[in-house]
């Protein structure tokens, strides 16, 4: 069992900045791709940003490609997703992922855990 647990999410205005953190506990962290997914109200919730176990391989959603980060520090069992450039687009429940399905883990149905999210709220 993975324990997920996410901080970090608030209100900030259009063109702010953000960084998630999520902090595991449980099983051994560095076993796990970790992810962030958002949901937004009345739409599904979608991958937004994915690293493999040692960090080498990163992807991401084309929507947030070049504004938000991924990244994650083993030694603390955090993963990160620092945020810029927001959008009001980017408004969602953000919710944090491990998943052991390699490079399968953007998929939300191979995740085989999940945070309980943090709301981001951006203003326009």
């Known amino acids: 069992q993975v324990q997920l647990v996410e901080s970090g999410g608030g209100l900030v205005q259009a063109g702010g900045s953000l960084r998630l953190s999520c902090a595991a506990s449980?099983?051994?962290?560095?076993?796990?791709?970790m992810g962030w997914f958002r949901q937004a109200p009345g739409k599904e919730r979608e991958f937004v940003a994915l690293?493999?176990?040692?960090?080498?391989?990163?992807n991401y959603a084309d929507s947030v490609k070049g504004r938000f980060t991924i990244s994650r520090d083993n030694a603390k069992n955090t993963v990160y997703l620092q945020m810029n450039s927001l959008k009001p687009e980017d408004t969602a429940v953000y919710y944090c992922?491990?998943?052991?399905?390699?490079?399968?883990?953007?998929?939300?149905?191979?995740?085989?855990?999940w945070g309980q999210g943090t709301q981001v709220t951006v203003s326009s």
């Open positions: 992922s491990a998943s052991r399905a390699g490079s399968y883990s953007y998929i939300p149905t191979r995740v085989d855990y």
């Open positions: 449980g099983r051994t962290f560095s076993n796990y791709a």
């Open positions: 690293i493999t176990w040692n960090g080498g391989s990163r």
